[in-house]
């Protein structure tokens, strides 16, 4: 009888159609808000949906989502269906209440605050995190944002490591890891090396992401908040070797950054072009440099970043974090503080890829390279502050304490 009754729970429809991995991002547009989920069943004959209000007991306003049906890459094949959302007419800087789910079962009700691009931004950045080593940086983003510290957190490649490990469940296990904070706060990622299996079916499948106008496959974008542009950009690409897709991208970029009006310009990846790494010619694999420079059928970034005056470019890759002098073509530039650069003549580099990697690099056992600043071992994350049309502020955030130690302030003025 008891099994008979377990079996009967089990298979029960809310059990079926439960919520999972809640999570926010942007659409481009601040007057909206994507959210997405999964579920492991399908939905049969109902409509997932969004309900959001500005208050938890009023959730008058309902947005449809689109479903995806899509299998695991692993042996089981195992299906998953994400949903999307968009919650729409939302006023910057209020806060708004919402739910999703379906007529069979919904979320707990979640809350976030609308960007308001007239505001400054903050923003944490970092790559390369999992559950695995990377839980005390998960509970310090969760409890920053509990004390609303950020409008936007960007996760540039690695994630879980991996995706599709365990038929996709450890990727199960971190988007449910993050729910604290992403299903709160505007959770942007983009491919590394780690998202590449089945040309990206993970990232692709299990994210919202801004779209571009070529692809609409969450692998690069762009979006502006208020005085920033940001882009992100595929470096896979490069890496495994698809020239039809880095030379659209290359198209798309150019596009982007002439049409910009931005104040600041600022660019990610995540394979690494300059950095300190064990060996004296820091960072040089073949596969990180290509995007750099190219070669036939890969067009060069850098000449292009580099005329069109991008003022931040950050990556990850490398399981620590370096800060940089002003580089281009191999050629850096110092001045008197190197806290406090103003109208640096070539874009500041950060390298921080150290939030919860599997294999942690101690910078001690790297030889500094001429145009480094700062290397530091820590596990965390980089904070931006973006003040102003002539200050922008970073800190790299050490988690191994809940609330977070500063350990690299620095300041990019400009005219």
Known sequence: MISFLLLAILLSPALASKVEQVHLSLSGDMTEMVVTWITKEPLPNVTPFVVYGVSNDALRWTGKANTTSWKSDGKEGTERYTHRATMQNLVPGDVYYYQVGSSLAMSDTFRFSQPDPSKPLRAAIFGDLSVFKGQPTIDQ????????????????????????????????????????????VPY??????????????????????????????????????????????????????????????????????????????????????????????????????????????????????????????????????????????????????????????????????????????????????????????EYGYTLLKVHNATHLYTDFVDTSVLEGKLLDPFFLEKN
């Not at 509990?146 to 469940?169: C, E, P, R, V």
């Not at 991208?249 to 600022?266: D, F, G, N």
């Not at 064990?278 to 040089?284: A, Q, V």
Request: with cysteine.
């Open 188 to 377: 942007m990622v983009f491919a590394g090396n780690h998202e590449v299996k089945s040309r990206f079916h993970h990232i692709v499948n299990r994210f919202t992401m801004p779209r571009n106008g070529v692809y609409d496959d969450n692998l690069f974008w762009s979006f502006d908040y208020g005085l920033v542009h940001f882009i992100a950009i595929n470096s896979e690409y490069y890496a495994e070797e698809m020239t039809i897709e880095a030379e659209a991208q290359y198209r798309w970029l150019e596009q982007e950054l002439k049409k910009s009006k931005a104040t600041w310009k600022i660019v990610m990846f995540h394979r690494p072009w300059y950095c300190s790494t064990k060996s004296e010619k820091g960072c040089h694999a073949d596969a990180d440099k290509l995007s750099r420079k190219g070669v036939l059928g890969f067009p060069g970034l850098e000449d292009l970043l580099n005329k069109h005056k991008v003022d931040l470019i950050l990556y990850g890759h490398k399981h620590t974090y370096e800060r940089m002098w002003p580089i281009y073509n191999k050629k850096f530039f110092k001045s008197e503080d190197p806290g406090h650069i103003k109208n640096a003549p070539a874009p500041v580099y950060m390298l921080t890829g150290g939030a919860g990697c599997h294999s942690h690099e101690d910078p001690a056992d790297e030889i500094p390279q001429d145009f480094s600043i700062k290397c530091l071992g």
């Open 141 to 184: 983003l969760i409890s920053a944002t509990q004390k609303n510290q950020f409008d936007i957190i960007i996760h540039i490649g690695d994630l879980a490591y991996n995706l599709h490990d365990d038929d996709g469940n450890v990727g199960d296990a971190y988007m449910n890891a993050v729910q604290p904070f992403a299903a709160h």
